[in-house]
C-alpha cells in the first residue's frame, strides 16, 4: 500500500512512504508519530485509529524530505548548515520584525554609510552566524529565530568607532560609558526566557572583532599607525580563530548536556521561570 499525509501544508514537508499493513480495518481518525533513531535517521510512521486499531508502516528514510530546502549530504547525516544564516532572515512575530527594522534603519544605515556596504555586511552577517554557531553549541534544544547576534555586533560597531574617533571627540568617555550601559543593560535582558543571550555574547565578540579589523581608521603618526594595523591584524587573527573553536565544538565534539551553560541564557528566579523552552525529545519503542 502507498501512503501520502497532506493536511493543507506544503508539498515539501510531505513524506512519501510505501510500507506493508499488518491489520486492515476502515480508516477513521488519526494521528502521525514519527520515531527518529540515532545515527540512523530513518522514520517509522504509526498510524493509530480511533477504536485502538494499529497501522504499522516499514521503516522509511524521509527526514531530509520532511526538513525542506537541500537535501543531505548524506542520508545519515542531517546536515543543515544553511540554517545558520537563513534564520537571520526570519522572525518570531512583528513585534521582533519591527525591532529589525528600526535597528537596520536608523543605526546600521548610518554605519554603512561610515564603513561602507561589504564591511557593514561582513560584520553583520558574521556576527549572526557566529551568534547563531554559539547558540546551537550551548543550548542545542532551542529553537531561536532573528537576528539579534548580529545586532549586537552593530553595537560593538559603535563602540569600536567611538574608540577610532576618541581623539576626534569632545567627551568621548560618555559617549564609551552609554554604550556599554546600554550593552549591560541589554545582557540583563537576554536572561528572561525566549531571549537567546549566547547569541548576544558572540554576536558582540565577533562584531567588535571584525568591526576592528574592517573598519577605517584615523592614526596620528607613524608608530599609531603601526600600533592600529598591528591590533587590526590580532583582531582578524582571533576571530578566524575563535570561528573555528566554534565549528570544532560543534561538529567534532559537541556539548550536548551543559545544565550550567543554561543559566546564562535565563535565570530561574521561579521554578517554572524557564520552564518549556527547551525541544523535549521522547524515543518510542519500534513497533513489531
Known sequence: MRSRYKDKIADHMVCESSGLILQTIIMYKFEVHIT???YEFFSQVIVVFQFGILFSYLQVSCLDDVCGMIAFFSPETPD????LWMSLFLHAGIFQLAITLVIQYFLMRDLEKLTGSLRIMIIYMGSGVAGNLASAIFVPYRAD???SGAQFGLLACLIVEVLNAWMMLKQPEQALLKLIGITLVLFLFGMLPWVDNYAHLFGFIFGFLLSYALMPFVSFGDYDRQKKVCLVWVCLLSSLFLFTALVV????????D???CSYFNCVPLTTDFCA???IN???EEPVV
Open 281 to 283: 525529545f521522547m524515543r
Open 36 to 38: 527518529q533513531f540515532k
Open 276 to 278: 518549556s523552552q527547551n
Open 249 to 256: 565544538l560543534f561538529y567534532i565534539i559537541p556539548v550536548y
Open 258 to 260: 551543559c545544565e550550567v
Open 145 to 147: 529565530v532573528g537576528p
Open 80 to 83: 543543515q548548515f544553511y540554517r
